[in-house]
Nanobody, 124 residues
């Protein structure tokens, strides 16, 4: 059973930055995708960024140029560097993992493993 633990959320003012981390444990070998999702109150969960074990990266249009996903295979851990934050980025951010490749193109049900979430709040 893969376990994912997020950290790094918090409160910032508009234009600020935060870096989220997601540490994976008990991960078996093979191709995988790890991704960040977010859910704001009253809204559906949406994909933010994904990274495959072969290095392919995908972003949602609303974060391109502002957010950067990266990974440290040695740990293994993925990160989400969030710059130029906006109030509309306020949400609970979740780390998720799926077997196989596909990034954000994978259907959400394919992500079998989820972290507990970390809150990001951006004030204007």
């Amino acid at each position: 059973q893969v376990q994912l633990v997020e950290s790094g959320g918090g409160s910032v003012q508009s234009g600020g930055s935060l870096r989220l981390s997601c540490a994976a444990s008990r991960y078996s070998s093979g191709a995988y995708t790890m991704a960040w999702f977010r859910q704001a109150p009253g809204k559906e969960r949406e994909g933010v960024a994904g990274i495959d074990s072969d290095g392919a990266i995908s972003y949602a249009d609303f974060v391109k140029g502002r957010f950067t996903i990266s990974r440290d295979n040695a740990k293994p851990t993925i990160y989400l560097q969030m710059n130029s934050l906006k109030p509309e980025d306020t949400a609970m951010y979740y780390c998720a993992a799926a077997h196989g490749y596909g990034g954000l193109a994978l259907p959400e049900p394919d992500f079998a493993y989820w972290g507990q979430g970390t809150q990001v709040t951006v004030s204007s």
